[in-house]
């Protein structure tokens, strides 16, 4: 079946060679009952990859079932996959199918099955090798015909060597291992995925749709995307709602990206469309400028809320600290001569316009609010677990307890 093709019925952004790649693998090995076993960051997108398989295999007029490995408590995981019968433990007060038995036929996708528990994962071996599997709390030996789709994060032979994925399974699992690259690996999808994103939201939330300006489209680029696809899409998410400018530029891009050192030092030294010299020393200084023009209108602020309010001192001090002093990439960093006095610039051009200044105080303001209301959002979404909340808001967990610090938000 046509790559292409697939990647319409199944809503796949992207056409690099790494993801091209994985789908081809995927198509030619869907019709097989052959173990397959997904590999891949959080977020690249696994998921997709076994509803690929299942849909272009001789069953999929058959049951299909996704099941969170990582999200059934250790206790329960034997029961629901393989069943139990009644009285076999405090609570099993009917005898009950597992998915092995309920999918006999179909597709069963183990997700996180790096999280699956030892005694588990002795089972799924027998069920693999022999399609034999015995319900918790019987001695009878049952048969089921069930493809296994396997997905984790993790490094699975790491776990093994830690001792806690067995060696056997693990073969067994990767008869057929696919890959899907990471975001940071496919960079030219970046901006594809952005636009349609984008455009998503804009539908949802009956805005007009974002757009990116060649520096922001930059940043955006060679971001590291730790949390991938899915962080790509809170980003998008968060600037369609809160960026007031449908015209995004780099300044405004920053203020929703994590703290990560990576993106201030990167970004145009590592554009891939650097043709020469003279483009790229220009790049660098326009850079250079762009930055300093950046901590200026920060430092101006400052200035203008201790003015405004003498006991914000310390926190405009805090700020200083986290973006404006941060936000230089070192001239020993950014491969140019060096430029004498660039830190000390600041102060000179504080005389600068107010008028200005105090527009962007305004704006700085309004985006802070938002911000803190998104935040506290998050953390009661997740019940107080700063691990989801980041994860859901498409920051580090870091630069959330920061902002938790800044905004003085109470857990
Ligand atoms: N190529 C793509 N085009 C458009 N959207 C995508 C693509 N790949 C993934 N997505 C979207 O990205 C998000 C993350 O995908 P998914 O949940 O499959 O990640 P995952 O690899 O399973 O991550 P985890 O290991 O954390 O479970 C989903 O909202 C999915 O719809
Ligand atoms: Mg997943």
Known sequence: MDIQAIKNRFGIIGSSPALNYALQVAVQVANTDLTVLING?????????????????????NPFIAVNCGAIPEGTIDSELFGHEKGSFTGAVDSRKGYFETVNGGTIFLDEIGE???????????????????????????????????????????????????????YRLNT?????????????????????????????????????????????????WRGNIRELKNIAEQISVLSSD???????????????????????????QQSNDFNSERDILYKLFFDM????TEVKKMFFDILQNPTMAHTAEYHADNHVL??????????????PGLN???PIILS??????????????????????????????????????????GISERTLYRKLKEYNIAE
């Open 293 to 296: 023009k950046k901590d200026v």
């Open 344 to 346: 000390n610039a600041q």
């Open 352 to 393: 600068d316009n107010k008028i200005d200044h105090h527009e962007e105080v305004e704006e700085t303001l309004s985006i802070a609010d938002k911000e803190k209301e998104l935040i506290v959002k998050a953390l009661k979404k997740h019940k107080g677990k700063r691990k989801d909340a980041a994860l859901d808001l």
């Open 246 to 272: 449908k015209l995004v530029t780099a300044n405004d891009l920053k203020r929703f990206l994590p703290d990560q050192p990576e993106v201030n030092r990167l970004p145009m030294l590592a554009a891939p």
């Open 41 to 61: 960051e959080s977020g690249v997108g696994k998921e997709v990859f076994s509803q690929i398989i299942h849909a272009l295999s001789a069953r999929k007029h």
């Open 176 to 224: 057929v291992p696919i890959r899907v690259p990471a975001l940071r690996d496919r960079k030219e999808d970046i901006p594809l995925l952005f636009r349609k994103f984008s455009v998503d939201f804009s539908e949802k939330y009956k805005t007009p749709s974002i757009q990116l300006d060649e520096e922001a489209r930059n940043i955006l680029v060679n971001y590291p």
């Open 326 to 339: 941060h936000s230089y990439p070192a001239a020993s960093e950014m491969n140019t001569p060096a430029s």
């Open 116 to 170: 699956m528990p030892m005694g588990t994962q002795a089972r799924l071996l027998r069920v693999l090798e022999t399609g034999e599997y015995i319900r918790v709390g019987s001695s009878k030996v049952q048969k089921t015909d069930v493809r296994v789709v396997a997905a984790t994060n993790r490094d699975l032979l790491e776990r093994t060597q830690q001792g806690k994925f067995r060696e056997d399974l693990y």
